[in-house]
């Protein structure tokens, strides 16, 4: 069983940028497909990018298309959101999230989750 723990959150201006990382222990950490949810209050969690466990698939949400990128370093246990161009809607606890199977969809298929991590973009 796989454990997640994110971290890299913050408050940032808009316009500005962060890094997410997401620790994972467990030896078959590399073969997981990882993805990044978030949730503002008062609305449901929503997916915002995935990446296979192979490493040859990648899926945005529309919203974050062109400004986020997702990426892994299997030598380090860890899964990236690398985010750009931040604005007040990104404003969210954001979430990383794992599953066994090498595809992104469906996403009721990811079970493993982390704690979350607080982002707040200002305007």
């Known amino acids: 069983q796989v454990q997640l723990v994110e971290s890299g959150g913050g408050l940032v201006q808009a316009g500005g940028s962060l890094r997410l990382s997401c620790a994972a222990s467990?030896?078959?950490?590399?073969?997981?497909?990882m993805g990044w949810f978030r949730q503002a209050p008062g609305r449901e969690r929503e997916f915002v990018a995935g990446?296979?466990?192979?490493?040859?698939?990648?899926h945005y949400a529309d919203s974050v298309k062109g400004r986020f990128t997702i990426a892994r370093d299997s030598a380090r246990n860890t899964v990236y959101l690398q985010m750009n161009s931040l604005k007040p809607v990104d404003t969210a606890v954001y979430y990383c999230?794992?599953?066994?199977?090498?595809?992104?969809?469906?996403?009721?298929?990811?079970?493993?989750w982390g704690q979350g991590t607080q982002v707040t973009v200002s305007s």
């Open positions: 999230a794992a599953k066994v199977w090498d595809r992104i969809l469906p996403l009721n298929e990811f079970r493993t």
């Open positions: 467990g030896r078959t950490f590399a073969s997981y497909t």
């Open positions: 990446l296979t466990g192979s490493g040859d698939s990648t």
